[in-house]
């Protein structure tokens, strides 16, 4: 089955940046939407960006702008670069993969999730 593991969170100071990346192994039919959600301490898990296969995007209206989500297929992993980071972007970031098994079913696929934090 496919797994993804994020890597690229830590420590930076209000205007700062930071490179996410989300890796895919295993095994699956295919790799459609795949996007980054995050969750800031004392709220809910909310949709950062997304990305389909054909590499259209969206992006939650606070980060449009500062931050880009992109996709190397050949390679099954997944980027979001965030730049002009402030406090209030401090979350753990998790990846997130729509993915059709081998047996066609669709399936949502989870990474275990990176810290950031944005602090002076």
């Known amino acids: 089955q496919v797994h993804l593991v994020e890597s690229g969170g830590g420590l930076v100071q209000p205007g700062g940046s930071l490179r996410l990346s989300c890796a895919a192994s295993?095994?699956?039919?295919?790799?459609?939407?795949m996007g980054w959600f995050r969750q800031a301490p004392g709220k809910r898990r909310e949709l950062v960006a997304t990305?389909?296969?054909?590499?259209?995007?969206n992006y939650l209206d606070s980060v449009k702008g500062r931050f880009t989500i992109s996709r190397n297929n050949a390679k099954g992993t997944l980027y979001l670069q965030m730049n002009s980071l402030q406090p209030e972007d401090t979350a753990v970031y998790y990846c997130?993969?729509?993915?059709?098994?081998?047996?066609?079913?669709?399936?949502?696929?989870w990474g275990q999730g990176t810290l950031v934090t944005v602090s002076s």
């Open positions: 997130n993969a729509q993915v059709v098994s081998m047996t066609r079913s669709d399936l949502e696929v």
């Open positions: 295993g095994i699956a039919y295919s790799i459609d939407d």
């Open positions: 990305i389909t296969s054909g590499g259209a995007t």
